[in-house]
């Protein structure tokens, strides 16, 4: 390695247990959520999803599925808002920009 080049920043042991818990913890929380979604539960889905992002802001899942969630109650702003946190994690997502473009459609946000 040249003394220009940077050595790649490689988590502790300490930190590395912390965020792979977190990961797995967000991942259970989403298990639980998807049943619960689909079967119309959606103020338990909601606290699901918000328990998610507690743990970790950008979980790309649970912003898109939160803002498809809001999107469902009507809450088309609310839904753009999560689709634009989620949109900076994943601009390939197909179906985040579908539902992205739906929630737009229904404010009449056509620019």
Known sequence: MSPKQKRPTIPSRKQAP??????RACASLLQEA???HQKGRLQEARES??????LNP?????????????GQVG?????????????KLNVKSAALC??????????????
């Open 58 to 70: 950008k979980y790309f899942d649970a912003l898109h599925l939160i803002g498809v969630l809001e």
């Open 34 to 36: 998807l049943p619960l």
């Open 75 to 87: 809450n088309h702003n609310g839904a753009l808002a999560f689709f634009d946190q989620a949109i």
């Open 98 to 111: 579908n539902n992205r473009g739906n929630a737009l459609n229904e404010l009449k946000r056509f620019d």
């Open 49 to 54: 999803y918000q328990k998610i992002l507690s």
């Open 18 to 23: 912390k965020a792979l818990n977190s990961d």
